[in-house]
């Protein structure tokens, strides 16, 4: 069993920065990435930022020059900083971490935790 404990979110003023955190606990092991994910309503949930074991990021077209993902690798953390926050940016954020060795990869999610931008 593994636990993700997200923390971070909050409502901002557009303009603003927030960063989240995730810190996973468990059953874990040989995680091979980790990143966020967001859900605005009505729409499905989006990637936002992932890092790889091997500390490669990708980022969603709508974020990149604002957020940047890092890790701890010793805390089994994962954090995201949102600078230049947008009203658009509003949405729940889910962390989600893969681990193991092929074949046997497992996902987990966060709960998820509100982000809500002000315009």
Sequence with gaps: QVQL????GGLVQAG???RLSCAASGSIFSIRAMGWYRQAPGKQRELVATITSTESTDYADSVKGRFTISRDNAKNTVYLQMNSLKFD??????????????????????QGTQVTVSS
């Design 89 to 110: 940016d509003t949405a729940v954020y889910y962390c989600h971490v893969r681990h193991g060795r092929w074949p046997t990869i497992n996902d987990y999610w966060g």
């Design 5 to 8: 404990v997200e923390s971070g």
């Design 16 to 18: 603003g920065s927030l």
